[in-house]
């Protein structure tokens, strides 16, 4: 079992479920990942323009949706943003780059790595699982790949995002709910067969 399962929470979930077959999804844990939450003025344009040249990326100024480059990039609201690096280990980094580059400004800008984990969810049924948790309109002609929203799901806030057609999802969840999160999956997906990936 991988290290980032232990710290995650969810590696008695991942020892209690099995491989299958033909899997109609596919649950793992981005494990690496660091979380850097931004909350700054969007209309505030050399602001936008430090924090991306910071990120190696533009800002998402477009109500749910991210950006992806170095990092993903998440709209949360018009004035707060997520950064989901590829390492934890490069988020204390980002934010003292982040408060240098804006400094002068208003603005706030915080690790959150330690409170949450990403779960990555694939497969031909990752759409029907996630449905019948939440209300989002998960249609590829209304939820495309670069969509990203704020909701329910089962009973744990999360943030989803489409990262690939295929689909593959984005899924940012509180660590404390990380465990109750893939049993639900579990559960819920367990006809079509589930396949979790440490």
Not at 11 to 40: M, W, Y
Request: hydrophobic share 50%.
């Amino acid at each position: 079992m991988s290290d980032a399962a232990r710290r995650h929470g969810v590696e008695s979930v991942l020892a209690a479920k099995p491989g299958h077959d033909d899997p109609g999804i596919t649950i793992s844990v981005r494990g690496a990942a660091g979380l850097v939450n931004l909350r700054a003025n969007a209309g505030d344009a050399t602001l936008v323009e430090a924090a991306a040249s910071v990120l190696g990326q533009a800002l998402p100024l477009a109500a749910n949706t991210f950006t992806a480059g170095s990092h993903r990039v998440y709209w949360l609201c018009p004035d707060e943003w997520l950064a989901v690096t590829a390492a934890a280990t490069e988020a204390p980094d980002l934010v003292r780059s982040l408060e240098s580059a804006l400094a002068g400004r208003s603005f706030a800008v915080n690790d959150l790595s330690g409170g949450n984990v990403v779960l990555r969810l694939a497969g031909r049924n990752a759409r029907e699982v996630l449905a019948r948790g939440c209300t989002l309109d998960l249609h590829p002609g209304v939820f495309g790949v670069g969509a990203a929203a704020q909701t329910g799901l089962a009973k744990a806030g999360v943030l989803i995002g489409l990262v690939d057609d295929a689909p593959v999802f984005e899924i940012v969840v509180r660590r404390s709910f990380a465990d109750y999160l893939c049993r639900w999956f579990a559960h819920v997906a367990r006809h079509g067969g589930v396949a979790f990936e440490s």
